[in-house]
């Protein structure tokens, strides 16, 4: 059996992709142990998951901090003190400076809610509304010094329907959030994952079953 990989995951909201990992890890789905919990925000929902199940749990005010850079490393340093591996993002709402990014070189996940490279930034799903694309979704990538911008592991798409609003396109590509990004946190804890480039390799990658999503629906 594999050694559990340690986590830290960094939340700032109500936390419902960690409450997807740490689902996936009680359930025996995923080879990994959330070491640490790093919350920004004193009253996050996220905090309160985390303590449920037991985690270590931290809220680290950024607005106690004179820098970006003064609490990224305080973060860092709390994430080493507790052997974390990977870092997870998951509804972070800081900005990672680059020596935050190069103490875990290729050792960060974000999640996103969008099929990037469309629609980085805040609210990619008000964005691809507005843009009239038939196909959203999310992905979970590789954090590099450039926004929702590195190496992509994993992503879902959904349909965007005629009648969908901000809220329930949300709540569509959340559902497949919480599917893909413990399947991420997976392919890293088993070894699957090698990176060329902007390119993520999946060892032992199986073909599809579906050819394509099409929407509106083939006649
Ligand atoms: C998700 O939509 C995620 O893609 C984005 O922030 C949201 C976090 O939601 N980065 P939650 O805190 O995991 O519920």
Redesign the pocket.
């Known amino acids: 059996m594999t050694n559990p990989l340690p986590l830290g995951v960094l939340?700032?909201?109500?936390?419902?992709?960690?409450?997807?990992i740490i689902d996936a890890i009680e359930e025996g789905r995923v080879p990994a142990e959330i070491r640490l919990v790093v919350c920004n925000r004193p009253r996050?929902?996220?905090l309160e998951r985390a303590e449920r199940h037991g985690i270590a749990a931290e809220v680290v005010d950024h607005k106690a901090f004179a820098s970006r850079e003064a609490f990224d490393e305080h973060v860092v340093g709390r994430l080493r003190d507790k052997g974390v591996e990977l870092v997870c993002?998951?509804?972070?709402?800081r900005l990672l400076s680059p020596a935050f990014i190069r103490a875990f070189p290729d050792r960060i996940l974000?999640?996103?809610?969008a099929l990037l490279p469309a629609f980085p930034g805040l609210h990619?799903?008000r964005q691809a509304l507005d843009y009239g694309v038939r196909i959203a979704g999310?992905t979970v990538h590789l954090v590099d010094e450039q926004t929702d911008h590195g190496p992509i592991v994993i992503q879902a798409a959904v349909p965007v329907y005629s009648d969908d609003t901000v809220e329930s396109l949300?709540e569509r590509?959340?559902a497949e959030?919480h599917r893909i990004y413990p399947e991420a946190v997976y392919l890293f804890a088993e070894g699957k994952i090698e990176i060329d480039g902007r390119r993520v390799r999946i060892v032992d990658e199986e073909p599809l079953a579906d050819r394509a999503l099409v929407n509106p629906a083939l006649g």
Do not use: K, R, V, W
């Open positions: 939340a700032s909201g109500s936390g419902t992709n960690l409450q997807a996050a929902l996220a993002l998951a509804g972070f709402d974000n999640i996103h809610p990619a799903q999310c949300t590509i959340l959030e």
